[in-house]
């Protein structure tokens, strides 16, 4: 690649990951792990998020200065322009030395995301295919229902079917087991895989393999799965913790299958003043995050669900005792009749 000083600094290459994965396998925990370490501080993460609220960012607000939200849609769908512009964006700014000089990217797309359109979209601009090498793109999938998923929805599927590395997560709570080798061998038989207490910065910066990249040969439009709608309730009454999780964990107990994912920040009555992060994925619910105090100003308790046919009636029932109310008039069909608006907020300087 050509090198050329513009405006007194060296145009040089940014390495570019891709962490990919489907909803609830984990994701946003190896990027937190690996982002911990200082020798990779200096990298720019921009985040994609299914739903009307953006969540993820609290997960990985402690990488200073280094997140760019593109919420509200599919990134492979209505956001692929988006990242574009934001990737350019980022590289322009970096250049001029109005943000930080961070010498990575990583990519974390929503759970319902198809990689390959967005590595297409990357190679046929021009500037990011000068100033961007990519890395490697990163699949995690889940031990615990990863065989069943990747059967069930195609975005599983060619999540990992155009990864460089898969990752397996949750092997505490299940083993690897044959079904699950099997699938992946089938779909990607050339992926390095790396168990769940692998050195996360080693698989997310490592170096690619030279074998053939999966996504070659690939048509640039997405594959879905139909009937997954995303949706928010806002819960206007502080629940308590006892309520809350019998009406979650009833809902994962009776329709664990088609909850594929459930992120949110709730108020407590026993601590109003410090929310938590809930989140849950079909039938296990995680142990709640406390933070400090709101991440901003909205503090509103809301989830975001990202079901399969289950419709936000049946949600709201659950949660009547809190005074739940749909955000917006209705929920949105991701793939079967368009993508929600995307936008994006400008990278902290």
């Given amino acids: 690649m050509d090198r050329a000083a513009i405006g007194g600094s060296v145009q040089d290459e940014i390495q570019l990951t891709v962490l990919t994965g489907f909803l609830g396998s984990g994701k946003t925990t190896l990027l937190r792990r690996a982002l911990v370490a200082p020798t990779f501080s200096d990298t720019a993460v921009v985040v994609n998020e299914v739903g009307e609220i953006a969540i993820d960012h609290y997960l990985v ?193 009776s329709r664990g299958n088609d909850l594929l ?12 003043e410090r929310p938590a992060i809930v989140q849950a994925a079909q039938h296990a619910m995680l142990t709640p995050e406390w933070l400090d105090d709101w991440p901003d100003a909205d503090r509103r308790s809301r989830l975001v669900f990202v079901v399969h046919d289950i419709a936000p009636d049946e949600i709201l029932d659950r949660f009547a005792f809190a005074s739940p109310s749909l955000l917006g008039s209705r929920a949105s069909s991701l793939h079967a009749g368009g993508t929600p608006a995307a936008h994006h907020s400008a990278f902290p300087g």
């Avoid at 769908?77 to 980022?90: F, I, K, N, P, S």
């Avoid at 359109?117 to 100033?131: E, N, S, V, Y």
């Avoid at 994912?261 to 109003?272: E, L, M, Q, S």
């Fill in 261 to 272: 994912r459930v992120k949110g920040i709730v108020a407590f009555a026993d601590r109003p």
């Fill in 61 to 253: 607000d402690f990488v200073e200065g280094g997140v760019v939200e593109l919420p509200g849609g599919c990134l492979c769908c209505a956001v692929r322009e988006d990242l574009a512009q934001t990737l350019r964006g980022l590289i322009e700014r970096r250049d001029a030395r109005e943000i930080r000089q961070f010498r990575r990217i990583v990519i974390e797309t929503s759970g319902l995301a198809d990689p390959a359109p967005i590595l297409f979209t990357l190679g046929t601009d021009a500037m990011l295919d000068q100033r961007l090498r990519l890395g490697r793109v990163v699949t995690v999938v889940d031990a615990v229902t990863g065989a069943a998923t990747l059967e069930r929805f195609a975005e599983a599927a060619r999540q990992a079917a155009v990864a460089d590395a898969v990752v397996i997560s949750k092997t505490d709570l299940a083993p690897f087991g044959d079904a699950l080798a099997s699938r992946l061998a089938a779909l990607n038989p050339g992926a390095e895989r790396f168990g769940a207490d692998a050195d996360p910065a080693a698989v997310l910066f490592g170096p690619r393999p030279t074998r053939a990249a999966g996504v070659g040969g690939w048509a640039p439009e997405p594959a879905h799965s139909h009937g997954i709608a995303a949706f928010t309730v806002v819960l206007r009454e502080p629940p308590s913790r006892l309520d809350f999780a019998r009406a979650l964990g009833g809902l994962a107990q």
